[in-house]
């Protein structure tokens, strides 16, 4: 079982509320029959291997997914169409995890919706869960990232929203 991160505080009321999240298959395992999810997803990655597993998931899932390479992109198509929930780099160029994060948090304020980011970390090491959730990140999955983690993740979002995002 996933336990969620503690969300920082912010002005606004998550969209999302705190529950662990649950796995029903095994890890690396997806049902052929799997769900599909009505979600705007935004994965800010720059390492082109990384993002492979990304594009698996929009057709297996059924996802509206955008790409992006750099915090700076992430930040911008945050500001244009908001994403139900973001998986984003912690290591990434132009703007880093902290800042991109930070800046993301500021528009949940001025939508008053409030937008899950995902870290994707290949330094799992003590204390970087107490960093990530400090850059204002909801949960983190370790790479390789697995397609179940994803989709766990997905479904928790997808199951606790409260309502359509504003157009």
């Given at each position: 079982?996933?336990?969620?991160?503690?969300?920082?505080?912010?002005?606004?009321k998550?969209?999302?509320?705190?529950?662990?999240?649950?796995?029903?298959?095994?890890?690396?395992?997806?049902?052929?029959?799997?769900?599909?999810?009505?979600?705007?997803?935004?994965?800010?990655?720059?390492?082109k291997?990384?993002?492979?597993?990304?594009?698996?998931?929009?057709?297996?899932?059924?996802?509206?997914?955008?790409?992006?390479?750099?915090?700076?992109?992430?930040v911008?198509?945050?500001?244009?169409?908001?994403?139900?929930?973001?998986?984003?780099?912690?290591?990434?160029?132009?703007?880093?995890?902290?800042?991109a994060?930070?800046?993301?948090?500021?528009?949940?304020e001025?939508?008053?919706?409030?937008t899950?980011?995902?870290?994707?970390?290949?330094?799992?090491?003590?204390?970087?869960?107490?960093?990530?959730?400090?850059?204002?990140?909801?949960?983190?999955?370790?790479?390789?990232?697995?397609?179940?983690?994803?989709?766990?993740?997905?479904?928790?979002?997808?199951?606790?929203?409260?309502?359509?995002?504003?157009l």
């Amino acid at each position: 079982m996933l336990e969620p991160l503690q969300k920082p505080k912010v002005a606004i009321k998550p969209a999302h509320p705190a529950v662990p999240l649950q796995a029903d298959n095994p890890p690396g395992i997806i049902d052929e029959g799997a769900e599909t999810f009505q979600l705007r997803v935004l994965l800010a990655e720059d390492n082109k291997t990384n993002r492979l597993i990304f594009p698996k998931m929009k057709q297996r899932l059924g996802v509206n997914l955008t790409l992006v390479c750099d915090g700076r992109h992430a930040v911008d198509l945050c500001k244009a169409q908001p994403p139900d929930i973001i998986f984003m780099n912690i290591s990434m160029p132009k703007l880093d995890r902290l800042q991109a994060a930070q800046v993301i948090r500021g528009l949940d304020e001025i939508i008053a919706v409030y937008t899950p980011i995902i870290a994707l970390t290949a330094h799992a090491m003590p204390g970087d869960e107490t960093r990530i959730l400090a850059a204002g990140m909801d949960h983190y999955l370790s790479k390789p990232v697995l397609l179940q983690s994803v989709v766990d993740h997905l479904r928790h979002f997808h199951q606790h929203r409260l309502g359509a995002r504003p157009l």
